[in-house]
């Protein structure tokens, strides 16, 4: 380790601020030292590139999330069981308006959509 890196990492609070001066060929090797333990080298372009999209992605991620879990909570469920599957159901050909459930239904599938789409985008950009 160098001199000028073990002297910024055993500072101490306490002590008194001094300023470094260091020559531009000793700050590109501090750049270097401290990327190779673990500068920014986690993000990927988008993120250092991109921060606004990345974190729009991130708020769109969480937003599909909460209403995924609120329209998956609304839907009753429907336990017919064996007796629906043997008696059958009388459903006629017409289709006239979507009861209640079936328009939450059809909202919760869009929803799901929407979040598996922003999920691969969010894990494409590498957040």
């Known amino acids: 380790m160098s001199p000028v890196l073990l002297a910024a990492v055993t500072a101490t609070p306490a002590a008194k601020p001094t300023t470094l001066h260091l020559t531009p060929q000793q700050l590109q090797q501090l750049q270097a030292q401290l990327q190779a333990i673990g500068g920014n080298t986690h993000q990927s372009p988008l993120a250092q590139h991109a921060p606004w999209l990345t974190h729009t992605l991130a708020g769109l991620f969480i937003v599909a999330a909460v209403a995924l879990i609120a329209l998956l909570a609304s839907q009753t469920t429907k336990n017919e069981g064996l007796s629906g599957s043997i008696g059958g159901r009388v459903e006629s050909a017409y289709k ?32």
């Open 96 to 127: 006239g308006r979507l009861g209640f459930d079936r328009q939450i239904a059809r909202v919760t599938t869009v929803a799901a959509i929407v979040f598996v789409i922003v999920a691969t985008c969010v894990s494409f950009s590498g957040i």
